[in-house]
Every structure is written in structure tokens, then in C-alpha cells.
């Protein structure tokens, strides 16, 4: 009988790292439906086009009022760099059209965005660092290389379509990093805090991958 129960240790790991994901997508809320595949080359493998924006976090949406809002970048020396909404809104702005796609599936082609580029907020920051955490107002965290912050690879945005950013969707706003799956992208921003070495934060701890660049699927670890 015990015989019988007994695993390898890459069987267990293969059991836990299902058994993992099953338990992030139950955190997900409504928005994910399966899709067939797709012939369209504008989608990265595993995608499927949706008109809507299905609204998918980790926990409830945190009431933020712009009057306290505020945006801070920490560097390795403790400097720590930060905007209030008002001084945001008079920074350089940008408009700018990209698809997303999130790690669920989905992709939202043509969406349209304002807000401020990374680039304008790092000419004031010294750092040696190449890595950052992402945090966010509620507690969430994800990890994305400087190098995918600038280069007008990355804004904080706060209007959607023409539109104020809603709350369900990280109004009053949200880090916007199109390029990888929608995660990076973290909803109801506070700041980015600079690393030395690349660190999990919230999903990537719980079994996505670290960097997550939809054309080549890295959807977990």
C-alpha cells in the first residue's frame, strides 16, 4: 500500500505545478473564455481576439482619489523621486495606440491611451540598477526590466479610448507595458522601485513567468 503512493520527486513537481495554476486562475475573475485557434498573424500564439475588455485582477479594486494619489520611483540609494496627480498632469503627455494581450487569452487590438512616458520620469533619475518592482496601490507587485520601461516602451496611463480610466480597469491609473502580457501592466500604480536583481512579484511568486513576452507564449515558469 505505501508502495503504491510513492512519486518521483518530478512527478510531484509536475502535480504541484498544475495544481498551481489551477489555483491562480481561480483567483481571476470573470473574463476568460477559451477560443479556437487562430490564423490571424497579428495574434501571438494561444490568442483570440475580443471586442470587450474583460476585467481580470487578483482581489477588489482600491478606491484611489487623485488628491492622494502619487507616483514615486526608488532608487538603490534611497532617493526617492515622486508625483502628485496634478504634478503628472502637467508633464509632457503622449497618445499612443497598441494591442494588449492578456496571459488569459484575449487580445484587444487598436486600444487607445494617454499618458506619460517612463522616459520623461527617468531623466531625472540616477540609477545603476536594471531591474524594477512595480507597486501598486492594494498591495500587487510584478517585476519588469528597465529596458522594457523605456525606449517608448512603457507610459503611466490614465485615459482609455478618449476616456478617464475606469476603476475596474486601474483607474485612476495604470502602468502600461503593451509589449508583454497584460500582468506587467499593473492596474492602480504607486511606483516602480529599482532592483539589482530581477525578483518575482505577486504572479510570477505564484507560478508565472518572469518576464512574460506573449509571442513567445511565456505564459508560466
Keep these: ?14 502535480i504541484l505545478l498544475q495544481t498551481s495554476k489551477r489555483a ?9 473564455r477559451g477560443r479556437g485557434h487562430s490564423d490571424n498573424p497579428a495574434l501571438p500564439p494561444g490568442q483570440y481576439e475580443t471586442d470587450g475588455f474583460p476585467v481580470l485582477s487578483a482581489g477588489p479594486a482600491p478606491d484611489v482619489h487623485t488628491a492622494e494619489w502619487e507616483f514615486f520611483i526608488q532608487t538603490e540609494t534611497g532617493a526617492r523621486h515622486s508625483w502628485s496627480w ?6 509632457p503627455q503622449d497618445e499612443v495606440t497598441r494591442d494588449i494581450h492578456c496571459v488569459t487569452s484575449w487580445s484587444k487590438f487598436g486600444t487607445t491611451w494617454r499618458g506619460v512616458s517612463l522616459d520623461t520620469l527617468f531623466e531625472s533619475v ?8 512595480a507597486h501598486s496601490y492594494g498591495g500587487y507587485t510584478t517585476n519588469v526590466p528597465l529596458e522594457d520601461l523605456l525606449d517608448g516602451k512603457a507610459w503611466v496611463a490614465w485615459e482609455f ?3 478617464p480610466l475606469e476603476r475596474a480597469h486601474g483607474g485612476p491609473a495604470r502602468l502600461l507595458v503593451p509589449h508583454l502580457y497584460f500582468w506587467k501592466s499593473a492596474k492602480w500604480v504607486r511606483g516602480l522601485q529599482m532592483l539589482q536583481y530581477d525578483e518575482p512579484g505577486f504572479w510570477e511568486s505564484n507560478g508565472y513567468h518572469m518576464y512574460g513576452d506573449p ?7
Excluded at 24 to 32: H, K, V
Excluded at 86 to 91: I, K, V, W
Excluded at 215 to 221: D, G, L, N, P
Aim: glycine share 10%; charged share 30%; no cysteine.
Design 1 to 14: 500500500m505505501e508502495h503504491g503512493l510513492r512519486l518521483r520527486a518530478s512527478e510531484w513537481r509536475g
Design 86 to 91: 496634478d504634478e503628472m498632469m502637467a508633464l
Design 161 to 163: 479610448d478618449g476616456e
Design 24 to 32: 491562480i486562475m481561480g483567483i481571476i475573475s470573470s473574463g476568460f
Design 215 to 221: 509571442w513567445r507564449e511565456e505564459r508560466y515558469s
Design 126 to 133: 540616477e540609477t545603476t540598477f536594471d531591474f524594477t518592482m
